[in-house]
T-cell receptor, first 111, second 113 residues
Framework: EDQVTQSPEALRLQEGESSSLNCSYT??????LFWYRQDPGKGPEFLFT???AGEEKEKERLKATLTKKESFLHITAPKPEDSATYLC????????????FGRGTSLIVHP | DAGVTQSPTHLIKTRGQQVTLRCSPK?????VSWYQQALGQGPQFIFQ???????QRGNFPDRFSGHQFPNYSSELNVNALLLGDSALYLC????????????FGPGTRLLVL
């Protein structure tokens, strides 16, 4: 069973059409949850770290939220340049600092 | 402030060959981790180096080995290449003891024919 599950696998939006990406996790305790953006053929670019339920972080059109078992990445009025794969990763409390990644959500925003 | 750099950017090898990939961490970082990312998958942890020693290892065979140098740069070596080793290899660095997250390099795209 995957510890980190992201949904949907792929998402197509029209420019300006807001939506949310989901990351659910099954670790018993959470040290931290990370969101990354990855463009094709490039390394992941760090976006946010969330540590506790109820925490929220924002950056431009992106807002990440965290509950006890999942995180959402809300994209408000997306633009074509927001097209990328969004990766979620989880660090388990009491374990190593090595994060476990989900498979990502591929987002395409059409003009 | 230089970020994480990796070389080469692309590489083509044949089955059975050996390959060495290189990584220079972000300035001020002392810990380097290597990941393998197959197409359509999330990054899979290979191993982590700190103080020139392998500290943690993921579920990868001994064909995958590494090294960290005194200047914190690192190499990933893969022996007896298989077709399934074709992937994007990512290096990430962080400062041990810091709450700051790790930062990734641009990756090396390896194709095994």
């Amino acid at each position: 069973e995957d510890q980190v599950t992201q949904s949907p696998e792929a998402l197509r939006l029209q420019e300006g059409e807001s939506s949310s990406l989901n990351c659910s996790y099954t670790v018993s305790g959470l040290r931290g949850l990370f969101w990354y953006r990855q463009d094709p053929g490039k390394g992941p670019e760090f976006l946010f770290t969330l540590y506790s339920a109820g925490e929220e972080k924002e950056k431009e059109r992106l807002k990440a939220t965290l509950t006890k078992k999942e995180s959402f990445l809300h994209i408000t009025a997306p633009k074509p340049e927001d097209s990328a794969t969004y990766l979620c990763a989880v660090q388990e409390a009491g374990g190593s600092y090595i994060p476990t990644f989900g498979r990502g959500t591929s987002l395409i925003v059409h003009p | 402030d230089a970020g994480v750099t990796q070389s080469p950017t692309h590489l083509i090898k044949t089955r059975g060959q050996q390959v060495t990939l290189r990584c220079s961490p972000k300035s001020g970082h002392d810990t380097v981790s290597w990941y393998q990312q197959a197409l359509g998958q999330g990054p899979q942890f290979i191993f982590q180096y700190y103080e020139e020693e392998e500290r943690q290892r993921g579920n990868f065979p001994d064909r995958f080995s590494g090294h960290q140098f005194p200047n914190y740069s690192s190499e990933l070596n893969v022996n007896a290449l298989l077709l399934g080793d074709s992937a994007l290899y990512l290096c990430a660095s962080r400062l041990t003891g810091s709450l700051e997250t790790q930062y990734f390099g641009p990756g090396t795209r390896l194709l095994v024919l």
